[in-house]
T-cell receptor, first 113, second 116 residues
Framework: GNSVTQMEGPVTLSEEAFLTINCTYT??????LFWYVQYPGEGLQLLLK?????DKGSNKGFEATYRKETTSFHLEKGSVQVSDSAVYFC????????????FGQGTTLQVKP | GAVVSQHPSWVICKSGTSVKIECRSL??????MFWYRQFPKQSLMLMAT?????????EQGVEKDKFLINHASLTLSTLTVTSAHPEDSSFYIC????????????FGEGSRLTVL
């Protein structure tokens, strides 16, 4: 079946630290992969995506590379800010016209000044 | 960008009553919408796929008679929690896939249901 596994949080970092949030997946076919972010009190927002192997998604200083050989899509940022504090969800979109979005359990990031 | 609006954003009801949550795509048409449920500090669980003009497709373990979904138009899907009980208290989120576009999903702000 299809599933997404994220590293457990919460992750607490100091401002300007390097961030990695691990995400691995199992899927049939060729899914697209996504990172969503949920800021406190707000809805989900798409952060970045990659639609095929070796693609790199990037946005707002965040990056993630679709690694088919390791079935991973780890999220990285070189220098986090307090405003990056949020919950981050890794997700995959199953193949086909009626694709469903399957989410990981979410990782809470707290950045301290 | 595309906007999805949910209403109400929060609701408190008594046990045994029914609650309706609306999900509207404000500036695009969506034949397909999705309803998720999010428990505190947990991930989003897909409940059902809402299809305009046809019956919703429910995920395994989701009671279709408990969670009624109606996709009345290309811009509106509703989720009705029937005879709500405290264990139904949760955060319900909808998403919509524009009929025209690259398949990206857009999410509503969520609706927090508290059943007393």
């Amino acid at each position: 079946g299809n599933s997404v596994t994220q590293m457990e949080g919460p992750v607490t970092l100091s401002e300007e630290a390097f961030l990695t949030i691990n995400c691995t997946y199992t899927a049939t076919g060729y899914p697209s992969l996504f990172w969503y972010v949920q800021y406190p009190g707000e809805g989900l927002q798409l952060l970045l995506k990659a639609t095929k192997a070796d693609d790199k998604g990037s946005n707002k200083g965040f990056e993630a590379t679709y690694r088919k050989e390791t079935t991973s899509f780890h999220l990285e940022k070189g220098s986090v800010q307090v405003s990056d504090s949020a919950v981050y969800f890794c997700a995959l979109l199953t193949s086909g016209n009626t694709g469903k979005l399957i989410f990981g359990q979410g990782t809470t990031l707290q950045v301290k000044p | 960008g595309a906007v999805v609006s949910q209403h109400p954003s929060w609701v408190i009801c008594k046990s045994g009553t029914s609650v309706k949550i609306e999900c509207r795509s404000l500036d695009f048409q969506a034949t397909t919408m999705f309803w998720y449920r999010q428990f505190p500090k947990q991930s989003l669980m897909l409940m059902a796929t809402s299809n305009e003009g046809s019956k919703a497709t429910y995920e395994q373990g989701v009671e279709k008679d408990k969670f009624l979904i109606n996709h009345a138009s290309l811009t509106l899907s509703t989720l009705t929690v029937t005879s709500a009980h405290p264990e139904d208290s949760s955060f319900y989120i909808c998403s919509a896939r524009p009929d025209v576009g690259g398949g990206e999903l857009f999410f509503g702000e969520g609706s927090r249901l508290t059943v007393l």
